[in-house]
Every structure is written in structure tokens, then in C-alpha cells.
T-cell receptor, first 115, second 115 residues
Framework: GAGVSQSPRYKVAKRGQDVALRCDPI?????LFWYQQALGQGPEFLTY????????KSGLPSDRFFAERPEGSVSTLKIQRTQQEDSAVYLC?????????????FGPGTRLTVT | GENVEQHPSTLSVQEGDSAVIKCTYS??????FPWYKQELGKGPQLIID?????GEKKDQRIAVTLNKTAKHFSLHITETQPEDSAVYFC??????????????FGTGTQLKVEL
């Protein structure tokens, strides 16, 4: 079946521009996560949604980062006034239920380069 | 919060040899430990996981061991093949609060299997 998809796959932004990254989770998955992966590092948690509710945004690095999932399916991560340190791969993952041991299925990521 | 350390950062083995990757974690409340394989340009993919009430789990050529007392866990790959070449990440899920089973990742191990 279809997995998690993300778009665009690559995004180049000039410093100061706003960007929007889209995640289409696996249909019916309740939980949705965003992670940030810097070059040569492991993914780091940004935020978590259970259906449309954003239950944890403790990993968002600044108030320039904003995420939403208005209808409990597609999610968008928005970064305002991009900075060079925002350059990274942004990964989305979904999980069937908000259970401790449920596998998280990752999308291919969006590589953001801020110039 | 949880902190996961992973060693080695790079590992080169001959085809057919075994590979071992080790991780330690800091939060004694953590009780779920998945391992992910990430190939170039792709998102992480779960290859095996272990829960805290189990000391060892095996799936064909892959095995994971967990020592809760010492707070470390390891991935073992036997009879390595060229297609095993990838970056491997360990991860831990801390105390599950209902806010989502967010993952804390290690820094990754680049495994290269040479012919």
C-alpha cells in the first residue's frame, strides 16, 4: 500500500523566505510526528499530532516553526523567515495508534537548503 | 530528557562477517528500543525492536540484546551482505505519557560491507 509521502522532496530557499512542507501520512493513522535531521546526525523530534490535536511541540526550535494538521490527515510544517541553521532534512512519520510500541513509518523527507 | 549515545560512527566489515553496533541510554524509564536502517535519500525504516521485558530478540540475520541494568542495547548482524550497507540508528522511547511515543535517536552508524 501507499506509504508516507512528503513534498517537495527538495526545497531551496533564500534566507528570510517562508517555506511550507507537506506530509501525507498513511491513511487512517492517528499519530503523526515531525523530525529534523541535520547532516550526519540522527533525527530529532519536533512535534506530535494525535488526529488534529497538537499534543507536543516541545521540539520546535523557535517560534518561526509552526505545524498544523487541521483535518487529522495531511500535515504542514511551516518555517517563517528561514535561517541557514534551518537547513536539514525534515522527516514526517505516522503511526496507527498512539500506543507506546507502535511502529513509526517514515516518509522520504524534504531536504531544505537555505542560502 | 532522554539521551542516546551510539558507537561506532563508522563500521567496515567484510562480506560474511558479523557487525555489532552499541547504544546506551540515560532515562531508566525508557522501555522500547527500535532500530532503524536508513539508505541514501530515504527515510528510516524499522528493522527490529525490543521491549524492556525482553533481553534478546532475533529475526533471521538480525538480533538485538538489551541490558536494562546497564542501560545499553546492541544490534547484531550476522553473515553481512553488501545490501546491508546503510546508516543504522538506534532509538529509545521514554516514559509514555499519552503524548505520543516520540523517538530519541542515536547519532547513527555508517555500515559498509565490502566484497
Amino acid at each position: 500500500g501507499a506509504g508516507v509521502s512528503q513534498s517537495p522532496r527538495y526545497k531551496v530557499a533564500k534566507r528570510g523566505q517562508d517555506v511550507a512542507l507537506r506530509c501525507d501520512p498513511i491513511s487512517g493513522h492517528v499519530s503523526l510526528f515531525w523530525y529534523q535531521q541535520a547532516l550526519g546526525q540522527g533525527p530529532e523530534f519536533l512535534t506530535y499530532f494525535q488526529n488534529e490535536a497538537q499534543l507536543d511541540k516541545s521540539g520546535l526550535p523557535s517560534d518561526r516553526f509552526f505545524a498544523e494538521r487541521p483535518e487529522g490527515s495531511v500535515s504542514t510544517l511551516k518555517i517563517q523567515r528561514t535561517q541557514q541553521e534551518d537547513s536539514a532534512v525534515y522527516l514526517c512519520a505516522s503511526s496507527p495508534r498512539p500506543r507506546e510500541y507502535d511502529e513509526q513509518y517514515f516518509g522520504p523527507g524534504t531536504r531544505l537548503t537555505v542560502t | 530528557g532522554e539521551n542516546v549515545e551510539q558507537h561506532p560512527s563508522t563500521l567496515s566489515v567484510q562480506e560474511g562477517d558479523s557487525a555489532v553496533i552499541k547504544c546506551t541510554y540515560s532515562d531508566s524509564a525508557s522501555n522500547y528500543f527500535p532500530w532503524y536502517k536508513q539508505e541514501l535519500g530515504k527515510g528510516p525504516q524499522l528493522i527490529i525492536d525490543i521491549r524492556s521485558n525482553v533481553g534478546e530478540k532475533k529475526d533471521q540475520r538480525i538480533a538485538v540484546t538489551l541490558n536494562k541494568t546497564a542501560k545499553h542495547f546492541s544490534l547484531h548482524i550476522t553473515e553481512t551482505q553488501p545490501e546491508d550497507s546503510a546508516v543504522y540508528f538506534c532509538a529509545a522511547v521514554g516514559e509514555f505519557t499519552g503524548g505520543g511515543n516520540k523517538l530519541t535517536f542515536g547519532t547513527g552508524t555508517q555500515l559498509k560491507v565490502e566484497l
